[in-house]
């Protein structure tokens, strides 16, 4: 017989009497009435993690107890963002770059942000994969939609993230032939291209192709002091004057092609597939860590070889029994380059030093890291209320250097080796439609072994040290609906985060290593209230969550000059640190054709380790500080409208508007020393435009977009100036189903 899906017994994924349809694991159900062999099939292949409403772009993963919310890239796949812009529309979220196209990212997340913040391909680990695959690399077309896991984590993931998750969610559903292709081209003389097509076949068998490439000069323009190259062979450089100078050794482009064969639906395999990466790049380096230091010839190099095996299957041997399997290796090699005998200025002249020094620091070096990894994941479920997880990563890391000229920040002679081993295991209780509790714990541990300075400024004179530690953690997680349409969701963890690659070991380059250091561990409490509703034609969204840290041994990069005008950035443990701040939503739509909506953040970071120098009495000057070079407060906003059947049906035309603003923080410890010498990055506030005209019902789409419409001065990390006003144009052919 027919029943109403909001009748049907406690295991109910959503009130649906008020959405047409629920998109459950990237494919839209319709959901009014089904027969309850339908429903039980339906809900016997979902993960309920997974099961997603729309509202306006952004989505929220509803049913979880962790706080969770995600972006749907489809509405994204006409513009040239990459997968790192489409992030910055969701609650908490800023991204942190320090330049242009190619340059070094960052992620910030409720206050967290770096390596904090952990970011999965489809739940598979991606620390140590190299630059050129990096997110702010990959166009947004590669994923079907983007998941952010805030603060706590759910164990599924077997991670040591403090800060939370970034999930890219690929599209896994069986497809006929397809092809999707895009090329754009702007300003900087900037070109992206997009090629992805594939095929499944009635006999299980599947394959699939990703290629992509990026291209920009980076040629834009700052403002900064300059340094003056003199005619009697002295400089000069005056802090005050501003001069308005064009960037000149900032070429970066990369490549990446991802080619996928296997067998789904099969009875020994629901997904069985091999994949193989090839990526490379090639980057310019302008800038050091600090926009005062400049370079004329350093550059860096690279490839990257990574297979991968994935299988999964549900009802293994029993029924309530899915499991899943990854298992990649990946080979990335960086050269870096860094050999003339010349300094620069920002207007391009050079002056000779007299010998082979180095712009930074002299090498000719490459290094070679050896990344394995493997995650399984078995989940057991006992009837429709109870399920076990158990999760477990191991993740080796090794590094061997080899150097033409001898480098001072590293010694190639001692590999840099680390094994992490993360352990989780949940139970989740789902008794009925209106509450669900997650409780959880975690096993980390992890081996580090690499070379250590015995001088007292951290460079040079390197021996063999081993460092290892073990850690347990837990947590619980629930959510419950007030009313259907509101929502609570609490979690608590005590966490903790490994030290990262670059961390323990630095790039080689321009930041060094410190393999003692401590792992991070943290109290994390979220507490959110949301509500989605759904009124003819109106829909609303709103959302506000609390975030609270408690960090001990947070690991802080600091910037450290060495030999005069080189500056290198460095990482500290620096006592404990304390979070607390809020960031609030809202959304609304309507019809269809409109869509508006924004997000408010304000995070207040600071130091709450009352004395110095680990263990003495001495006071600490920064006692109760905000955290230097880092945002606190930021907001954005969008807008868009959607005209359908313009000047022919099945055509459409879509206009966006979006912001972004940034409130000024200090770049160093903001009460120490003269608050009117105080350096600061300023106030900002940035306007992007985009309009997108698509024939043929989505099959050809035309758009062209204004960044940073008004030419606001931008600046990140350490005052790095970011890209003025910007124009492109894409193109975009879709065949397939």
Known sequence: MKTAITKYCSFTLLLLTAVPSVSVCGQQKRVKYVTESSLADTLRDVQLDEVVITAGGVKRVQRTPFNAVAVDTRELQNST???SEALGKLPGMKLRESGGVGSDTQYMLDGFSGRHVKVFIDGVPQEGVGVSFGLNNIPVGFAERIEVYKGVVPVGFGTDALGGVINIVTNKKRRRWFADASYSYGSFNTHKSYVNFGQSFPSGLMYEVNAFQNYSDNSYYVDTPVEHFNTDGSTSLNSKIIEHVKRFNDTYHNEAVIGKVGLLDKSFADRLVLSFTWSNFYKEIQTGVIQKVVFGEKHRKGYSLMPALEYGKRDLFTKGLDVTLTAGYNNNLTQNIDTASYRFNWLGERKYLGGQTGEQSYQNSEFVNHNWNGTFSARYRIGLHHSFTLNHVLQSFVRSSLSDVTSSISDGSIDKVTTKNITGLQYRLLPNEQWNLSVFAKLYAQHNQGPVSTNSNGIGNYERRNHNMTAPGYGVAGTYFIVRPLQVKLSYERAYRLPGIDELFGDEDLEIGKIELKPEQSHNINLSI??????????????GSLVYRDTRDYIRRRTDSYSGNKVYA????????????????????????????????????????????????????????RLP?????????????????????????????????????????????????????????????????????????????????????????????????????????????
């Open 81 to 83: 963002k990459n997968l």
């Open 530 to 543: 949301s509500y989605d509703s759904r009124l003819g034609k109106h829909t609303f969204y709103a959302e």
């Open 570 to 625: 460095s990482f500290e443990n620096h006592g404990r640190v304390r979070t607390e701040g809020f960031n609030v939503s809202a959304r609304y739509g309507y019809a269809g054709w409109l869509a508006v909506g924004g997000t408010f953040n304000y995070m207040d970071v600071r130091d709450r380790e009352r004395y110095a120098n680990g263990g003495t009495q001495q006071a600490s000057l920064t006692f109760g500080a």
């Open 629 to 737: 070079n880092q945002p606190y407060m930021f907001a954005n906003a969008d807008l868009s409208l959607l005209w359908r059947n313009f000047l022919r049906r099945g055509n459409q035309l879509t206009f966006t508007y979006d912001d972004f603003y940034m409130h000024s923080f200090p770049l160093y410890w903001e009460n120490l020393g003269d608050a009117s010498t105080k350096e600061r990055v300023p106030s900002q506030f940035s306007h992007n435009v985009s309009l997108t005209y698509s024939i043929g019902k989505g099959r050809y789409n035309f758009s062209v977009e204004c960044k940073n419409l008004t030419n606001e001065k931008l600046y990140d990390n350490f005052s790095l100036q970011k890209a003025g006003r910007a124009f492109y144009g894409k193109v975009r052919v879709y065949f397939g189903g």
